[in-house]
Nanobody
Framework: QVQFVESGGGLVQPGGSLRLSCAAS????????IGWFRQAPGKEREGVSC????????YYADSVKGRFTISRDNAKNTAFLQMNSLKPEDTAVYYC???????????WGQGTQVTVSS
């Protein structure tokens, strides 16, 4: 069973920064990506960013390119999302997710609230 410890959410003013972290524990065999989705009130959950544990290849949604940076610490099974130049539209619950490729399986964290408001 995979468990997550998510941290780093909170309230920040527009233009500010936050750093999310997601530490995964448990047995995760195989190639996988780790990253974040987010869901704002009344909207569907959307992918934000992810990183391959093995290659370090990254993906960013167009809405966050140039503002967010994802990284990982393989030794600690932890991923980080540095969020800069935050906008009110970034307000959402951010969910950590591990997507294993073979065999395919998804693991979700419990989510952390990010609120961007003056």
């Amino acid at each position: 069973q995979v468990q997550f410890v998510e941290s780093g959410g909170g309230l920040v003013q527009p233009g500010g920064s936050l750093r999310l972290s997601c530490a995964a524990s448990g047995s995760i065999l195989g190639t996988y990506y780790i990253g974040w989705f987010r869901q704002a009130p009344g909207k569907e959950r959307e992918g934000v960013s992810c990183i391959s544990r093995s290659t370090g290849n990254t993906y960013y949604a167009d809405s966050v390119k140039g503002r967010f940076t994802i990284s990982r610490d393989n030794a600690k099974n932890t991923a980080f999302l540095q969020m800069n130049s935050l906008k009110p539209e970034d307000t959402a619950v951010y969910y950590c997710k591990i997507h294993r490729l073979i065999p395919p399986r998804d693991y979700w964290g419990q989510g952390t609230q990010v609120t961007v408001s003056s």
